[in-house]
């Protein structure tokens, strides 16, 4: 059966520190992957989608990168995070886009 | 305006109350998912459609693609129900909706 894997499950960073959050899917193969950020009140917002090993697309300018090193490993970073990258991040997974979404359980970053 | 309005922002229950939570949208989408999301914030699919109805236990889901709105109901209310209930749509994207924060009381 297919299951995603996020981690951790909460961290908390200083103002310019690095992060890295990290995403995996197991069993399935080519799965679309997505990043997105829940902010307090508000809808979840697309930050980054990928459809294959390298191809990465970014929907919202920002401080974060994603990258995508292997088929079923989605990688959220930033080199210097800032107060606003708070939040609640969410990795999932879909066949195709617009497919049935399977999502991680979530990192809850506060910057401090 | 957001492309997709849920209404009630909060709704609270008491145990064995039907449900009903509304999702509006404004662009055209190819499939409409409800979603639902605990307190320690992990997100479960709960439908997938794109036409008419599914049901699945005590939740249903109802689509109307002319009238660009769709519901989810949940019968029998009950406590671990409690939950925020988000709608997203997919035209060529998905946008989420803010989310129905449900709690529902013993």
């Known amino acids: 059966s297919q299951t995603i894997h996020q981690w951790p499950a909460t961290l908390v960073q200083p103002v310019g520190s690095p992060l890295s959050l990290e995403c995996t899917v197991e069993g399935t193969s080519n799965p679309n992957l997505y990043w997105y950020r829940q902010a307090a009140g508000r809808g979840l917002q697309l930050l980054f989608y990928?459809?294959?090993?390298?191809?990465i697309s970014s929907e919202v300018p920002q401080n974060l990168s994603a990258s995508r090193p292997q088929d079923r490993q989605f990688i959220l970073s930033s080199k210097k995070l800032l107060l606003s990258d708070s939040g609640f991040y969410l990795c999932?997974?879909?066949?195709?886009?617009?497919?049935?979404?399977?999502f991680g359980s979530g990192t809850r970053l506060t910057v401090v | 305006k957001n492309e997709v309005e849920q209404s009630p922002q909060n709704l609270t229950a008491q145990e064995g109350e039907f449900i009903t939570i509304n999702c509006s949208y404004s662009?055209?989408?190819?499939?409409l998912h409800w979603l639902q999301q605990h307190p320690g914030g992990g997100i479960v699919s709960l439908f997938m459609l794109s036409s008419g109805k599914k049901k699945h236990g005590r939740l249903i889901a109802t689509i109307n693609i002319q009238e660009k709105h769709s519901s989810l109901h949940i019968t029998a209310s009950h406590p671990r129900d409690s939950a925020v209930y988000i709608c997203?749509?997919?035209?060529?994207?998905?946008?989420f909706g803010a989310g129905t924060i449900l709690r529902v009381k013993s």
């Open positions: 999932a997974w879909s066949v195709r886009q617009g497919m049935s979404y399977t």
């Open positions: 990928s459809v294959g090993i390298g191809q």
């Open positions: 997203a749509v997919y035209g060529n994207k998905l946008v």
């Open positions: 662009v055209g989408i190819s499939a």
